[in-house]
């Protein structure tokens, strides 16, 4: 008699199956071009994910995943919010020094 298995309800992984998505390449990519202190939390969360998943926390996997994904999002938004902010201060600079 062979048994198989099969994940449980809701999705979640187990043995065999693979693990949740780690966003680390977004996680580095957010913390080079937009958020230094933000990009570092989502790349430590980031590095967890297969490791707990590996010692078989697939919860604590789905957590750090959730986590890595929450503050790449968190970062790309300062970033973008910064980068509009200096955009906008060159261009009124830009305009003062010219009307002299």
């Given amino acids: 008699m062979s048994q198989n298995w099969t994940p449980p309800a809701g999705g979640a992984g187990g043995p065999g199956g693979a693990p949740p998505n780690n966003y680390l390449i977004p996680a580095i990519?957010?913390?080079l071009f937009?958020?230094?202190p933000g990009g570092i939390v989502a790349i430590i969360n980031?590095?967890?994910?297969?490791?707990k998943y590996a010692a078989g926390d697939v919860a604590g996997?789905?957590?750090a995943s959730?986590?890595?994904l929450k503050w790449v999002k968190i970062s790309a938004g300062v970033g973008i919010v910064l980068i509009i902010i200096s955009i906008i201060l060159n261009v009124i600079v830009?305009?003062?020094?010219?009307m002299r």
């Fill in 29 to 31: 990519l957010v913390t």
């Fill in 34 to 36: 937009c958020c230094l």
């Fill in 46 to 51: 980031a590095t967890q994910v297969n490791s």
């Fill in 61 to 63: 996997a789905q957590a």
């Fill in 66 to 68: 959730a986590n890595a």
């Fill in 94 to 98: 830009g305009v003062g020094t010219s």
